[in-house]
């Protein structure tokens, strides 16, 4: 499977492959995930917060330790790299272009079965592609996981996508849907913590220096 950080943009494709609208959650505080990929590298939970419009979304530990931050609003998300004391800004369509979830194959699937994961009611769905089957269990009333992409971007919003945007759901779990017939869990939520969290939680930490344009050129070196 893939690597943690292209994994956690995976994710986030398969709810939200669109250019999305700010709005505030109603849902303040932060949501637990275990990530198989991640306890596999020593990372116990990923916890993922929610402040009005905004997201963070914290992964690795020690030297490794380090955030995404979503700015829907600017149509970008931002690298945090405490490490380094670095940030990479960058726009959603400057890095994930994955039509795998496109709207000619893309099928959803409301089972009406019903889930309860870390203390909260959640609807069993099954989205079906040409690449990937997965079944998420979504819950109303905690935001939309969220990866904001380019408004100016021409893709059209999928159906499917816009579904799940207008629904406002939060994925609890995430099952792979293997062709043998069982499950592989990718992530699933152990803890929801309902609190105020600080503004600074979604900001550049002060004094860290912009590394964008480096990695940037890094990027169009390997693709050549």
């Avoid at 637990?32 to 990929?37: D, N, S, V």
């Avoid at 890095?95 to 099928?107: A, L, Q, R, Y």
């Amino acid at each position: 499977m893939r690597r943690t950080i292209t994994f956690i943009l995976f994710i986030g494709l398969w709810f939200a492959d669109l250019a999305l609208t700010a709005t505030a959650q109603n849902f303040e505080g932060i949501i637990y995930y275990q990530i198989p990929e991640m306890t596999n590298q020593g990372m116990d939970k990923m916890p993922y917060m929610i402040k009005g419009s905004k997201a963070r979304i914290e992964f690795g530990q020690d030297q490794q330790k380090g955030a995404m931050i979503l700015l829907p609003e600017q149509s970008r998300f931002v690298f945090v790299i405490d490490a380094m004391k670095s940030y990479m800004s960058m726009n959603y369509d400057d890095v994930v272009d994955d039509n795998s979830f496109s709207e000619e194959h893309t099928s959803i699937t409301k089972t009406g079965e019903m889930k309860t994961i870390a203390g909260k009611s959640c609807e069993v769905w099954e989205i079906t592609s040409d690449k990937d089957n997965v079944e998420a269990c979504m819950a109303k009333g905690l935001g939309t996981f969220m990866i904001p992409q380019n408004p100016m971007s021409k893709k059209n919003t999928p159906a499917w996508a816009q579904e799940i945007i207008n629904a406002k759901i939060m994925p609890l779990e995430v099952l792979e849907l293997n062709d043998d017939g069982s499950k592989t869990t990718q992530m699933k939520a152990i803890r929801i913590e309902e609190k105020t969290l600080s503004p600074d939680l979604f900001e550049i930490p002060e004094g860290y220096k912009d590394i964008s344009a480096l990695m940037k050129q890094m990027r169009n070196q390997n693709n050549k």
